[in-house]
């Protein structure tokens, strides 16, 4: 009777000691789970973060080129009005500005006339370089065919050659 008491209190003491363990893994467990919704809000305000952050960004970006659009826009304008400024200084009379502009339309259409013979040149080169490929091609085509009929007669020449060999091992055997 002793030992079973012994048994039963044993069993107790593993019962209680078990129970407590569960208990306290459950509070474990309790105390992760409500640290992982912590950090999912916490992750999820975050995002939210991050969006409107995101968001911020594309429009300071949209902004940006706008901006930039307009300065170019801006920088272009005063560059004519300089321009415009320059020339108004530049000429003591309408006579004078009207010869720099006839000087300015002759080298002009000096370098329209250059670039209008070198386009001819180019072109030229270009129809004497395809003339020369086309001869090419004819030659890579003949030469070709050439090779093809060549390669056929080896092997009809191949072939006789063969059967004279093997008539002539043939004979070779009959005088054995």
């Known amino acids: ?26 509070e474990r467990r309790g105390t992760a789970d409500e640290d992982m919704r912590k950090i999912e809000r916490l992750v999820a305000d975050k995002h939210k973060d991050l969006k409107e952050a995101e968001n911020r960004y594309q429009v300071a970006l949209r902004a940006e080129l706008a901006l930039n659009l307009e300065i170019t826009s801006k920088e272009h304008r005063l560059t004519q009005l300089y321009a415009k400024q320059g020339r108004s200084t530049q000429f003591r009379n309408k006579k004078e500005r009207d010869a720099a502009l006839t000087n300015e339309i002759k080298l002009l259409k000096a370098d329209v006339s ?12 270009i129809k004497k370089l ?26 009809e020449e191949k072939e006789k050659y063969l059967k004279i060999k093997e008539r002539r091992d043939e004979l070779s055997n009959l005088r054995k």
């Open 130 to 155: 395809q003339k020369e490929i086309s001869t090419k091609k004819e030659d890579i085509e003949d030469k070709t065919k050439n090779q093809s009929s060549q390669q056929k007669k080896l092997s």
């Open 1 to 26: 009777r002793r030992g079973l008491l012994q048994s039963k209190a044993q069993v107790e003491i593993a019962f209680s000691d078990i129970s407590e363990k569960q208990k306290q893994e459950n």
């Open 114 to 125: 250059r670039s209008r013979k070198s386009i001819q040149e180019l072109e030229a080169e």
